[in-house]
């Protein structure tokens, strides 16, 4: 199965800041990659599909960039409802596979 | 918009099994697979299988062979997971998720809706 490998693990940021997740494939994954948003006690929710594609009523604040490998989800001005964790996850091979989360907390 | 309602929480001793069910409210299945996403405690993500509802296939991750049953009934638009032989590392919640099938290619897209998630608590 690919493996997909998120730094930082975590980061603390402030309201404002400009955040960059990335996320790392074991093999290439074309653009088979989506990012997802999950609160405390909350389903994780679809933000970006197909790498660099927006998900429909997901602000613009959010986007993603990346193809083969390397892969990154960049939040341009970091509100306070964006303070959770943020997950990687392939679609190109079976099995679909996650990334191990990485948490974004308030400094 | 398609919504995924999920039974609710469960509590299950040792060896025990736990069905978990997910309902399709305002819409069907249609030409979606449904799989089940598990979150241990503090822990990330995990795909357990999916179900193709159309088709009645339904495929598992190899950690999960021969302890997960995943099953859907197109009359209700309802999937289900049942897990056996459930230990306390079971201990979780469990998600179902919608991503659009393509039957050419077999593949998956992203998951767009979720459930909103099942607490099962494995404790003597």
């Known amino acids: 199965a690919i493996q997909l490998t998120q730094s930082p693990s975590s980061l603390s940021a402030s309201v404002g800041d400009r955040v960059t997740i990335t996320c790392r494939a074991s093999?290439?994954?074309?653009?088979?990659l989506a990012w997802y948003q999950q609160k405390p006690g909350k389903a994780p929710k679809l933000l970006i599909y197909?790498?660099?594609s927006l998900e429909s009523g997901v602000p613009s604040r959010f986007s993603g960039s990346g193809s083969g490998t390397d892969f990154t989800l960049t939040i341009s001005s970091l509100q306070p409802e964006d303070f959770a964790t943020y997950y990687c996850q392939q679609f190109n091979n079976y099995p679909p596979t996650f990334g191990q989360g990485t948490k974004v907390e308030i400094k | 918009q398609v919504q995924l309602v999920q039974s609710g929480a469960e509590v299950k001793k040792p060896g025990s099994s736990v069905k978990v069910s997910c309902k399709a409210s305002g819409g069907t299945f249609s030409s979606y697979a449904i799989s089940w996403v598990r979150q241990a405690p503090g822990q990330g993500l995990e795909w357990m299988g999916r179900?193709?509802?159309?088709?009645?296939?339904?495929n598992y991750a190899q950690k999960f062979q021969g302890r997960v049953t995943i099953t859907a009934d197109k009359s209700t638009s309802t999937a289900y997971m049942e897990l056996s032989s459930l230990r306390s590392e079971d201990t979780a919640v469990y998600y179902c998720a919608r991503a659009e099938y393509y039957y050419g290619s077999g593949s998956m897209d992203a998951f767009d809706i979720w459930g909103q998630g099942t607490m099962v608590t494995v404790s003597s």
């Open positions: 179900i193709i509802p159309i088709l009645g296939i339904a």
């Open positions: 197909d790498a660099s």
């Open positions: 093999q290439g994954i074309s653009s088979a």
